[in-house]
């Protein structure tokens, strides 16, 4: 079997369930060729196990002071340019496309009759899962941004639907310090991060962003760049995160146990979801602005317990190679039977 693997490039979610994905492929020995799009390709990093991919523009969103702004979307995008990279992508030799949110690929299968299956979290919002902000533009967005054959969406719970588990890969917790926080907050203005954890001085807070502060530096507050395997060492150590409502980096919070504070993306459904399943769960805290009483009060909450969600990937790379699609609802049933989740899980009925 030949795969082509379309891969929406915006935010670092869908790039970590790739990952762990190209691993699976790899060790089964299948062909598989990555295709990005949605972000520059000078702005792609840590990618050796990807291989000679190719990057196209494909469709994103634009970002200002947290929240989409819809002007800078319309200004960014081309759909001139969407269409013309459709029609000129040549899946003449594959055998499937899988998608994960990326419009160039889907669009391309679909006009040229080839199988596709996505694998993404926006394809478990298709269901009555927890969501806020659901309307008709939503809908619609979720069904053509990139349709495929077949959708299989992750959520950190089944909500009682074929749905997979997270897509987690993380390095094992050997020792934790309770008083270190990983801040990973991307759509925030850097000064602002800094005048948010200024007062908490009995925290060291190790904040990753793309741009640096104008403010001088402040010993409890360490600032670098995304680097991806010496983030998640630090992940491993810390005592609990900071994070827009991304689903990636929530998922492997939650699989290490650590205790978990968002903020979301003003105007992203996605985002706005996240943290209604989150807080329906009982598994983190949100604020809608940088709120330091709230940070107050999240810094002395208690540990969660760890969720161990199964390697997804590799039983997801076998259902593949069976070719029986059709199936989802056995694959969905079989890793969620070997999660154990926490005991206040059980008891809600989503």
Same mark, same amino acid.
């Given at each position: 079997?030949?795969?082509?693997?379309?891969?929406?490039?915006?935010?670092?979610?869908?790039?970590?369930?790739?990952? $762990?994905?190209?691993?699976?492929?790899?060790?089964?020995?299948?062909?598989?060729?990555?295709?990005?799009? &949605?972000?520059?390709?000078?702005?792609?990093?840590?990618?050796?196990?990807? &291989?000679?991919? =190719?990057?196209?523009?494909?469709?994103?969103?634009?970002?200002?002071?947290?929240?989409?702004?819809?002007?800078?979307?319309?200004?960014?995008?081309?759909?001139?340019?969407?269409? =013309?990279?459709?029609?000129?992508?040549?899946?003449?030799?594959?055998? !499937?496309?899988?998608?994960?949110? /990326?419009?160039?690929?889907?669009?391309?299968?679909?006009?040229?009759?080839?199988?596709?299956?996505? +694998?993404?979290?926006?394809?478990?919002?298709?269901?009555?899962?927890?969501?806020?902000?659901?309307?008709?533009?939503?809908?619609?967005?979720?069904?053509?941004?990139?349709?495929?054959?077949?959708?299989?969406?992750?959520?950190?719970?089944?909500?009682?639907?074929?749905?997979?588990?997270?897509?987690?890969?993380?390095?094992?917790?050997?020792?934790?310090?309770?008083?270190?926080? +990983?801040?990973?907050?991307?759509?925030?203005?850097?000064?602002? +991060?800094?005048?948010?954890?200024?007062?908490?001085?009995?925290?060291?807070?190790?904040?990753?962003?793309?741009? /640096?502060?104008?403010?001088?530096?402040?010993?409890?507050?360490?600032?670098?760049?995304?680097?991806?395997?010496?983030?998640?060492? =630090?992940?491993?150590?810390?005592? &609990?995160? $900071?994070?827009?409502?991304?689903?990636?980096?929530?998922?492997?919070?939650?699989? !290490?146990?650590?205790?978990?504070?968002?903020?979301?993306?003003? &105007?992203?459904?996605?985002?706005?979801?996240?943290?209604?399943?989150?807080?329906? !769960?009982?598994?983190?805290?949100?604020?809608?602005?940088?709120?330091?009483?709230?940070?107050? =009060?999240?810094?002395?909450?208690?540990?969660?317990? #760890?969720?161990?969600?199964?390697?997804?990937?590799?039983?997801?790379?076998?259902?593949?190679?069976?070719?029986?699609?059709?199936?989802? /609802?056995?694959?969905?049933?079989?890793?969620?039977?070997?999660?154990?989740? #926490?005991?206040?899980?059980?008891?809600?009925?989503?």
């Amino acid at each position: 079997m030949r795969i082509l693997y379309g891969v929406q490039g915006t935010g670092n979610g869908h790039l970590s369930r790739a990952r $762990i994905m190209a691993k699976a492929l790899k060790h089964r020995g299948v062909s598989v060729d990555f295709f990005f799009s &949605g972000r520059s390709a000078k702005h792609f990093f840590d990618m050796q196990c990807f &291989g000679d991919y =190719r990057v196209q523009q494909g469709l994103t969103f634009s970002t200002q002071r947290g929240r989409i702004s819809l002007a800078q979307t319309a200004m960014q995008n081309s759909i001139s340019s969407l269409v =013309r990279d459709i029609f000129s992508l040549d899946l003449s030799g594959y055998d !499937l496309v899988l998608n994960d949110f /990326e419009p160039v690929s889907a669009w391309a299968a679909r006009q040229q009759g080839v199988d596709s299956v996505s +694998i993404s979290h926006q394809a478990a919002l298709k269901y009555d899962v927890p969501k806020v902000g659901d309307s008709w533009f939503n809908d619609k967005l979720l069904n053509y941004f990139a349709p495929t054959d077949i959708s299989l969406g992750c959520h950190w719970h089944h909500f009682g639907f074929p749905i997979l588990p997270p897509f987690v890969e993380v390095d094992p917790v050997i020792s934790v310090n309770a008083h270190e926080i +990983i801040v990973y907050l991307p759509f925030e203005a850097p000064d602002s +991060i800094i005048e948010f954890l200024l007062p908490f001085d009995d925290y060291r807070f190790h904040v990753y962003h793309s741009l /640096e502060p104008k403010s001088a530096p402040v010993d409890h507050i360490k600032w670098s760049g995304f680097n991806r395997e010496g983030f998640k060492r =630090r992940l491993s150590t810390c005592g &609990g995160v $900071i994070g827009s409502a991304g689903f990636e980096l929530a998922s492997e919070a939650l699989a !290490l146990g650590k205790k978990l504070l968002v903020k979301p993306l003003h &105007g992203q459904f996605e985002q706005l979801s996240n943290v209604a399943a989150l807080e329906l !769960l009982g598994a983190a805290e949100s604020m809608s602005s940088l709120d330091k009483n709230r940070l107050r =009060r999240w810094l002395k909450a208690p540990t969660p317990q #760890p969720i161990g969600y199964p390697q997804v990937g590799d039983a997801l790379v076998t259902w593949l190679l069976r070719g029986e699609w059709q199936t989802r /609802e056995k694959l969905c049933h079989d890793l969620w039977q070997r999660v154990e989740l #926490p005991e206040s899980w059980q008891r809600k009925n989503p």
